[in-house]
T-cell receptor, first 116, second 113 residues
C-alpha cells in the first residue's frame, strides 16, 4: 500500500526566506506526483504536476523536483511571502491496480506560516 | 464550467437524516473522485469514477455511503442515517485522464448535530 509522508508537519519562517518542503512515498511505481495548496476552510488548489518521466517543474517562485527511484519530492518556495501561508499537500498517483490505486494518495500536509 | 463545482458549500443535518452532496466536474473530465477530510486529518479516498467503467468503491467507510454519476458528468454522494463521525469536509475532484492532474472543488462542509 502506498504511503506518503510529508516533513515537516509544520513550519514557520520569516518573510523573504527560501524554504523546502519534503514529500516521500513508498511505492515508486507512480504515474505522477502533484503538489497542492489548501487554505483554511477551502478546497485544494493545484500548484505543480510532475509526470513520472520528469525531474522537475517550475511555476513562478515554486519549483518541484521528483526523484522517483528514491521516492522523494521537494517543493521549493523562493522569497516567501505572507500570502504563501497555507497547508501544502503532496499526492502521488499509482500506476493502475484498482483498489483505489487509480486515485491519489495524499500526505498529511505541511502547515506553513510566513511571518510578516 | 470553469472549475469543479460542489453544492451545498455547507450542510448542517440532524443525526439519522440522509444527505446528498453534489459535484459538477470540469466539462470533458472522465475521471471523478470523492474524498473526505476530517478535522486535523489527511484526505481519505472514498470513491472513483472513470468513464463508463464500474466505480471503485473501495474507500467507502460503510454501506451508509453511496455515490452515483449520471451521464458521465454530475455525481451525487449520498450518506444515509448520518452519524456525528460523518462530520467532515467532502471534496470532489476531476481529471481529464488518469495521467493528468486532478482539480478540486471547494468542498462541502458537513456537520451532523
Amino acid at each position: 500500500k502506498q504511503e506518503v509522508t510529508q516533513i515537516p508537519a509544520a513550519l514557520s519562517v520569516p518573510e523573504g526566506e527560501n524554504l523546502v518542503l519534503n514529500c516521500s512515498f513508498t511505492d515508486s511505481a507512480i504515474y505522477n506526483l502533484q503538489w497542492f495548496r489548501q487554505d483554511p476552510g477551502k478546497g485544494l488548489t493545484s500548484l505543480l504536476l510532475i509526470q513520472s518521466s520528469q525531474r522537475e517543474q517550475t511555476s513562478g517562485r515554486l519549483n518541484a523536483s521528483l526523484d522517483k527511484s528514491s521516492g522523494r519530492s521537494t517543493l521549493y518556495i523562493a522569497a516567501s511571502q505572507p500570502g504563501d501561508s497555507a497547508t501544502y499537500l503532496c499526492a502521488v498517483r499509482l500506476l493502475g491496480g484498482g483498489g483505489g490505486a487509480d486515485g491519489l494518495t495524499f500526505g498529511k500536509g505541511t502547515h506553513l506560516i510566513i511571518q510578516p | 464550467g470553469a472549475g469543479v463545482s460542489q453544492s451545498p458549500s455547507n450542510k448542517v443535518t440532524e443525526k439519522g437524516k440522509d444527505v446528498e452532496l453534489r459535484c459538477d466536474p470540469i466539462s470533458g473530465h472522465t475521471a471523478l473522485y470523492w474524498y473526505r477530510q476530517s478535522l486535523g486529518q489527511g484526505l481519505e479516498f472514498l470513491i472513483y469514477f472513470q468513464g463508463n467503467s464500474a466505480p471503485d468503491k473501495s474507500g467507502l467507510p460503510s454501506d451508509r455511503f453511496s455515490a452515483e454519476r449520471t451521464g458521465g458528468s454530475v455525481s451525487t454522494l449520498t450518506i444515509q442515517r448520518t452519524q456525528q463521525e460523518d462530520s467532515a469536509v467532502y471534496l470532489c475532484a476531476s481529471s481529464l485522464a488518469v495521467t493528468r492532474g486532478a482539480f478540486f472543488g471547494q468542498g462541502t462542509r458537513l456537520t451532523v448535530v
